[in-house]
Each structure stands twice: as structure tokens, then as C-alpha cells.
């Protein structure tokens, strides 16, 4: 009887790929979430950025065109800053982290101070000139901050997210009475009642929202603000009409960077605290987006401070650093992907080449931004006393420390004459309620938790 043929041979079946799952701050969103989710950050980030060109810029007596030549510079290092932030330059600099990088306020009075005190037409060369040193100091002294990280444990770090929510509130406050507190109608009906009907949008489709429109509830009350205000003749249309349709800057076209010792060292010492401030700012996304944010994240992400200043000044803008209100956003909308926010600094590099494009985001009226500011900046807050039920409250010298470092970062903001007859580099360090309540939360918690602890158990210190 013949032998049935014999079948195919069946070996053991391959094991499947092991799929690696990606963490939410390197997931690759689709288009149609990836771009309004940016518009966001673009939106809660435009007026903070054109705000120190507008500002330095009239002191210096610029005029229209050079005024819109200042704002398209300020957005693109904003865009290049951002991009190298969360897309990184190898192991030297970018966080890799959902942060925006811009030019910021902290240096604007400063800034003033040096436009004040040089001759007309040197104005802006002798800020740049400080600027570029300070970025540069930012690069050599950037390092040694990553490595003091055990001086920031929770305790600490809770006290400045606490802080930057809070010290940043007054800002969409002004924004929501108007923006421009010299102007004759700040404060009137007509702001207070565009802010609020923003707000309410806002925990509308934050309440009865579902997946991702909860998720753009900040950007869809924008929107709906916006066109609150045109009927009543609040979103100004003369910026986009006025504004020229391409305009790249040219490298040193307000002059050549002047060098004068004295503002020099005022804006090295601004430096530090936007480092302390950036620091801050990482620490806190680490938090939020729970990636442990280490010392070499950190010095990275100072690099990219330095670089954006140090290069900056060539095409025409100021310091750069970490803007606080995009980490509310993150903490928002729990939209962590880091291409997100990549996304949106590209959008800044076109809307400061193309600055018609940008004059569009501009139409978004003062108090609307107020109205989602006061979203942005409280959940920034929350998102610090979150991290502070964590840090060990039920101990007593943890208790003393928030509130005398809470207190310290409180007093600019209660008082802002407080420290007028203090040396101008104490006012510039401690007239910031966030590099202020930072300092004074590091020192205690050496003072309670790293002097003379050789002899006490480790699980006493594992708060600190």
C-alpha cells in the first residue's frame, strides 16, 4: 500500500515584532489634530512674543516699517528657537520637549533703561550688543545648571509652577480690561464682557465637549470671541491691511551691536533669571507630560536659550527663553506630542517671512486672549499644587518652606514698589516673583534638607 506523500514541514510559527509603545511626547499626531492643536500654542503665544519689538521698539523711535521688520525677527527666532527645542541638534542642544521658545518680556524693562541712556540712533545697537553677550554667557554657564537638579526636587519645583501661574495672572487681566492701560476705554464694559463671554465658551466645550473637541476648547473659544468682537468694532483689521505680504530681515539692519559694560552686566544678570525661569519651565513640562526632565535635558535646553540669543540680535530681536503660557496649554489640553509644538515654530517662521500671515493671528482682540489667559496661566498653577500634594506637606518644615518661598514670589506682585530702594541688580533678581520664590525655595530647602542631614535617616529626605 503506498505511503501518502508526506506534507510541508510546520515549524514553530515566528514570534510577532514586540511593538514599543511611544511615549505621548514622541507620538506623531494626524494632520487634522496636529494643526489646530498648534494654532493654540501660536494663539496663546503671539502677543507675548510681539509685545518686547513693540515695546523696545517705540522707545527707540522706530517708525511703521521698521516696527514690522522688529516683529517678523521676533517671530522667526521664535520659529528657529522652537524647532531646535523639540527637535533637538544631536546631544547639544533642543529638550525634546513641547516648549516654546521666544523672546521675552522679563528684558524689556532693562531694555528700556539702556534705550534711555544712549544717543539717539544707538539705541537698539547697544541692547543688542548686551544681548548677544548675555546669550553667550548663557552657553558657558548653562552647563552647571542641569547638574544642580537635587536642589529642585518636588517640593521645590511645586513652589515655582505654583508661582509662574500665579505672577503671570496679571497679564491676561490687563488684556481682558484692554491690553493698553493708557488708553481712555481700558477697563470698560465692553472689554470685561468679550473676556468673559470667551471664558464661558471656553468651559462650554470644555463641559460638553467630547475627544478632540474638548481637546481645541481653548482655540474654539478664540474663534467664537473673535467674532463676538466684530459687530461691536474690537478686532482691528487696520494690521492685516497695512501689513506687506513678505519681508525677511536683513542681518544687523538697525546697526551694528555696540558693547558698553554697563548693559552688559544688567542684561547678563536678566539672563539668569530667564535661566532660572526656563529651568523652571522644563521642570514643570517634565511634570506634566511625565518624562523625568534630568540635568542633561536641562543644559540642552539652556544651550538652545543661549544659542537663540546669542544669534538673535543679528536679524534684530532680544532675549530668549521659555514662554510659561504654552506649558498651560500642555497642561491644558494634554496634548503632550512635542511635534505639536515643532509644528507651531514652524507656522512662526512663516508668519515672520510672510508678515500678512501673521498680521491674521493679530486680529484676535486683547480681551479674548485675556478671557483664555485666565485659563492658560491658572491650570499652570494648578498643575503646581498638584505637585505639591506630592512633596510631602504633613511635615512641618516643608510647610514653613512653601509659605515663606510662596510669600517671596507673592511680594513683586503685591508690592511692586517693594524693592525700588534695593541696587538695580537686586531689583532685576528679585522684582520677579518666579526667580524670587525659586531662589528662596532653594536655599530653604538646603537650609531644612541638605545642611547637616549626614545623620538623619534617608526616608526623612526622600521628600526633599
Known sequence: MAQPAPGPMRGPRPTPPVTVPCHPVDEKLPVTRLVPAALQHIAAMYAGVVTPPLIVGQAAGLDTAAMTRLIAASLLVAGLATLLQTLGLGGFAGNRLPF????????????????ETSAPGHQLPAIYGAVMVAGAFCLAVGPFFGRLLRFFPPLVTGVVITLIGVTLMPVPVAWAQG???????????????LAAFTLVVILLFQRFGRGFVKQIALLLGLFCGTLAAVPFGLADFGALREAPVAALPAPFAFGAPEFHPAAILSLCIVMLVLMTESSAGMLALGEICERRTDGRTITRGLRTDGLATLLGPVIGTFPTSAFAQNVGVVSLTRVRSRYVVAAAGGALLVLGAFPVLGAVVSLVPMPVLGGAGIVLFGSIAVSGIRTLSEAGLDDSSNIILVAVALGAGIIPLAAP????????????VLGSGISAGALAAVLLNIFFHHLGTRGRPAAALESS
Open 100 to 115: 516654546v521658545n521666544a523672546a521675552s518680556s522679563a528684558g524689556i524693562a532693562p531694555m528700556l533703561a539702556i534705550a
Open 179 to 193: 491690553g493698553d492701560r493708557g488708553a481712555a476705554d481700558f477697563g470698560a464694559g465692553k472689554h470685561l464682557a
Open 417 to 428: 514698589t517693594f524693592y525700588e530702594r534695593f541696587p538695580a541688580w537686586a531689583q532685576t
